[in-house]
């Protein structure tokens, strides 16, 4: 081969994209990768396990916001439609506040379906539609769900000294559900929409 052809190949060869790479992990799930943040291996450990079991059951009920928000039906659809969709993005939200403080304690957060529906302890729902006070029951029943592990995560981490995981379960996560809550729980009061009784 000629210099110039060969400087030609080269310079055709450095444009390739190297795909199609595999290699082993470099950190396995539930193991923890301690980072200088003053806690204990131990500490940090037992906060990543609860944090990925409510990331699991916040994704769940992140998802169910969006079903619900394509599948509604009736004449309540427009404020329902919206107002899911609100939920959906507020969760959308608290899933990546979980996840990088999972990764900040030098753990692995949970990221794909099937593993997250491997962990979630939230009941599954059908795949057909339902009745919108169907639906706002199935949503308040899974905020429940993870309003009382986020209870319980949140002494355990204040006990152990891990300030913010209890920061976050108490201020972020807590707070957002209990609203979401409300607003979800209106929408089952039996008043009338026209004439008092
Ligand atoms: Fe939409």
Do not use: C
């Amino acid at each position: 081969m000629s210099k110039v052809r060969s400087a030609q190949s080269a310079t055709k060869d450095r444009a390739r994209p190297i795909d199609h790479q595999t290699a082993h992990e470099i950190q396995g799930y539930g193991h923890i990768t301690r980072l200088p943040i003053a806690l204990s291996e131990k500490t940090a450990a037992q906060s990543v396990e609860n944090l990925n079991q409510v990331l699991a059951d916040t994704m769940t009920l992140r998802d169910m916001y969006k079903k619900h928000h394509w599948q509604v039906a009736g004449p309540t659809f427009y404020q329902l439609h919206l107002l899911l969709d609100k939920h959906y993005e507020e969760q959308n939200e608290l899933v990546d506040t979980i996840a990088e403080r999972i990764q900040s304690l030098g753990g692995i957060s949970l990221a794909m379906a099937a593993d997250v529906a491997e962990t979630t302890i939230i009941p599954r729902p059908p795949r057909g539609r339902e009745e919108p006070p169907v639906q706002i029951s199935r949503l308040l029943h899974a905020h429940e769900i993870i309003l009382e592990e986020a209870h319980s995560m949140a002494r355990q981490a204040a006990d152990a000294g891990d300030d913010g995981t209890n920061d976050l379960l108490v201020s972020d996560l807590i707070r957002l559900n209990e609203k979401q809550v409300w607003f979800l729980s209106e929408h089952l009061v039996d008043v009338p929409l026209v004439k008092a009784d």
